[in-house]
């Protein structure tokens, strides 16, 4: 049984009828001591509450009345109910302790999937396993694609990923550069009712704030001076299946509130045309930054976190997990035997070893780049220790340059100068763009946007 909390009359008979359409059983009372007697009669499964019981818009009634029921009975989840305006009061109860919280007037069809999505993360686990699941039995169970490695920390998060992807939760993946959020992403959409629709990517770190509307929403042809065709947004081209948005830490404050918007209302406008569309969508996101640190720094809006991160995942860095590193690199080693037709091309047990104990800050992505580098300068099929030390030996900091070396004034223009330093930190830092943004003093987007404007491939 679900319970319905609202003083309006009017929205509770709405609310039943459309709980009772949709198969759930659903009773519904006006204010905080009925509510409370509901709870302690018969605990529900759901409680949607509304933030507001008396003249005063201030929430406070719906927030003491919150802690009142998670007191009562904390394993029942609560869906809040607020208008568009106090956003910051559904992020307080979210902090109190709130399952989810959508806005007033709500979309039938995004309530019932919230419904639906909360009840199954609450739902308690039919037989819990004896002890941690084995890669071989997740393999059995899910779908889980180029993943490698049987680490107990990766295998925890291999684990949640299977618990996660049959709702339609929104996922927040965490992990430094490098450690393969794309790939844990794919995961969640393989094993989603979703997965026959479309799985699409977004770099968010790679698209200016003038262009975030017409790439996430599209535009019609005229919408602005350059717009000469309509284009197609990439949440319309989601429709119907996931988004991963990619380095959502970069994304700028304008942005995140046009991106906040589609995320609450499930709606989204395409430039040039006034007409609202609507979405069904799963949406997964990934940072290799500490939202929550830059929440407190008011370089992220808070609302837009608690939206985001329904479900949080952490991936392990390469250096947590180093026991994967042999599987990892003979994996990459058998791409590369197709790729330049080497098949003979191996790891020998002592390359396996001497990898294993590399510091790779650069996680998987940097294993991958020094496997393929040495398969490239190596003649011989058997990879040694002694074939990797030369590539992997950290290039030593050249001396500063003497005034005399820089190119003579007319020889290069300052846009050129701009592109051979970026190549440059690329080759010294190996691709890292983390590492490159940072030496040279720029965010990670900014750097995008050069690398865009130079056709400097990232290698990501």
């Known amino acids: 049984m679900l319970l319905i909390v609202d003083d309006d009359l009017a929205i509770r008979t709405s609310l039943k009828l459309l709980l009772k ?86 979309d039938n069809a995004a309530l019932l999937q919230t419904i639906a999505t909360v009840l199954a993360l609450h739902a308690p686990a039919a037989q819990p396993a004896p002890g941690a699941p084995t890669r071989r039995e997740l393999d059995r169970q899910f779908a889980l694609g180029a993943i490698v490695g049987d680490d107990p920390r990766l295998l925890a998060v291999l684990h949640q990923v299977g618990q996660v992807a049959a709702t339609d939760a929104s996922v927040l993946i965490e992990g430094e550069s490098g450690t393969g959020k794309e790939l844990i992403a794919e995961a969640l959409h393989q094993n989603s009712r979703r997965r026959g629709q479309p799985f699409v990517k977004v770099n968010l770190g790679g698209i200016s704030s003038s262009l975030f509307e017409s790439e996430l929403f599209g535009h019609r042809r005229g919408a602005f001076t350059d717009a000469r065709a309509d284009r197609v947004g990439r949440f319309e081209l989601a429709n119907g299946g996931t988004i991963f ?65 329904l479900i949080t995942l952490r991936l392990p860095a390469l250096r947590e997990r180093a026991q994967d590193v042999p599987a990892l690199a003979r994996h990459f080693v058998q791409q590369l035997q197709a790729t330049y037709h080497r098949p003979a091309l191996r790891l020998s047990p002592a390359a396996a070893h001497w990898l294993q ?35 992997a030996a950290p290039t030593p900091r050249p001396p500063a340059a003497p005034e005399a070396t820089l190119p003579a004034p007319g020889t290069m223009t300052l846009e050129q100068l701009e592109e051979q330093m970026i190549r440059q930190s690329l080759a010294h830092y190996q691709g890292n763009l983390s590492r490159v943004a940072r030496a040279l003093g720029l965010s990670r987007g900014a750097l995008y946007r050069r690398l865009e404007k130079f056709g400097i491939p990232t290698g990501e």
């Not at 204010?31 to 008396?54: H, Y």
């Open 245 to 309: 948005l990619d380095e959502i830490g970069e994304l700028e404050l304008a942005s995140q509130v046009k991106l906040l918007r589609v995320l609450q209302d499930r709606t989204y406008e395409v430039l040039g045309d006034s007409k609202p569309r609507r979405l069904d969508i799963r949406v997964v996101a990934a940072t290799n930054k500490n939202l929550a640190e830059l929440v407190t720094q008011g370089r992220f809006r808070e609302d837009l976190y608690y939206r985001l991160n």
């Open 357 to 391: 104990e590399q510091p790779l800050p650069g996680n998987i992505r940097e294993l991958k780049n020094l496997v393929e580098r040495t398969a490239l300068t190596t003649p011989h099929d058997e990879l040694t220790p002694a074939d990797f030390q030369p590539t």
């Open 21 to 106: 359409q949709a198969g759930y059983t659903a009773s519904a009372v006006a204010g905080p001591a009925e509510a409370l007697a509901a709870v302690r009669a018969s605990a529900p499964q759901l409680v949607l509450l509304d933030m507001n019981f008396s003249a005063a818009t201030s929430g406070a009634d719906g927030l003491g009345l919150l802690a009142e029921l998670k007191a009562l009975a904390p394993q029942v989840p609560v869906v809040l109910l607020t208008g568009w305006g106090s956003i910051a009061l559904a992020v307080a109860g979210m902090k109190a302790g709130a399952a989810e919280f959508l806005t007033k007037p709500w």
